[in-house]
């Protein structure tokens, strides 16, 4: 069965980079058939897409966060990553990763990251 | 973009009550189409994929229609455990959106 599972700070001050990690188990973060997201929820609200990552290194973000997101891949770790710059108090939200072949099927439990001071 | 519009934002409703939530794309998008549930403090999980595809695991109760932009998520006879927060969300074109989502109550 394959998990996903993210780790990374809770607390992020401002100004500064938000890290993610996300580590896949159960299976092979080299699919060929998927890609591999960030999905993330501020608190009480809706779900935003971040961005996607193909195990090749290919790239696609979403317009509203592209001048401050960096997503990469380590297939030896079977793990991918979050970088997201220059936060403020607007990118507090449970980050989540997700698997996506043609749509988001398999989910990790998320991480609740705060930007405060 | 492809904007998508929930409603209603929130419905109460009472055990073996049917709810209908509907879903409206800014453009069309054919059958790219996904429901999914999320329970408070749980991740998202997918219900019905392709407008009306089931996925296995899920109840029957569940059913999804629509084409186009117009798209709907049918819970026939809802149960306790159904209290949860729906989305749509379109894979048809970057950016990938959601919906604002529907929170549905139990009374």
């Known amino acids: 069965q394959l998990q996903l599972q993210e780790s990374g700070p809770g607390l992020v001050k401002p100004s500064e980079t938000l890290s993610l990690t996300c580590t896949v188990s159960g299976g092979s973060i080299s699919s060929s058939s998927h890609y591999w997201g960030w999905i993330r929820q501020p608190p009480g609200k809706g779900l935003e897409w971040i961005g996607n990552i193909y195990y090749s290194g290919s790239t696609y973000y979403n317009p509203s966060l592209k001048s401050r997101v960096t997503i990469s891949v380590d297939t030896s770790k079977n793990q991918f990553s979050l970088k997201l710059s220059s936060v403020t108090a607007a990118d507090t939200a449970v980050y989540y990763c997700?698997?996506?072949?043609?749509?988001?099927?398999?989910w990790g439990q998320g991480t609740l990251v705060t930007v405060s001071s | 973009e492809i904007v998508l519009t929930q409603s209603p934002d929130f419905q109460s409703v009472t055990p073996k009550e049917k709810v209908t939530i509907t879903c409206r794309a800014s453009?069309?998008?054919?059958?790219?189409l996904h429901w999914y549930q999320q329970r408070p403090d749980q991740s998202p999980k997918l219900l019905i994929k392709f407008a009306s595809q089931s996925i296995s695991g899920v109840p029957s109760r569940f059913s999804g229609s629509g084409s186009g932009t117009d798209f709907t998520l049918t819970i026939n006879s809802l149960e306790a455990e159904d209290a949860a927060a729906y989305y749509c969300h379109q894979s048809s074109s970057l950016p990938l959106t959601f919906g604002g989502g529907t929170k549905v109550e139990i009374k």
């Open positions: 997700a698997r996506r072949g043609q749509l988001f099927d398999y």
């Open positions: 453009q069309s998008i054919g059958s790219s």
